[in-house]
């Protein structure tokens, strides 16, 4: 469930790369974004069937974490992979125009 503004666009989380962070570094990051979304859908669900009744805002709010974490390692990977293809294309751009 994204927040709208006052404009009535959505407001979804946000996943700034460090420029200087390598593929490596933000393949890292994303993993570790997708492990806490994996994480807390667990506990969510541990909850639910340990409870007899259910807060539906705070099981709303949650649910809404796990999807800004996930949102927020796939953005994550989308950008390594980018930066991969960025570097690869330098690496045989500069290699054909070497000769």
Known sequence: MPVTNEHGTARRAR???DPDASAHELLNNAAE????????TELLAEFVHESDTVDC????????????????GAH???EAHARLAWESGQVSGNASGAH
Request: with cysteine; charged share 15%; glycine share 4%.
């Open 57 to 72: 805002r705070r099981m709303a709010l949650s649910l809404d974490a796990v999807a800004a974490l996930t949102q927020m």
């Open 15 to 17: 996943y700034y790369a």
């Open 33 to 40: 974004l997708l492990q806490y979304a994996r994480g807390l």
């Open 76 to 78: 994550c990977a989308a």
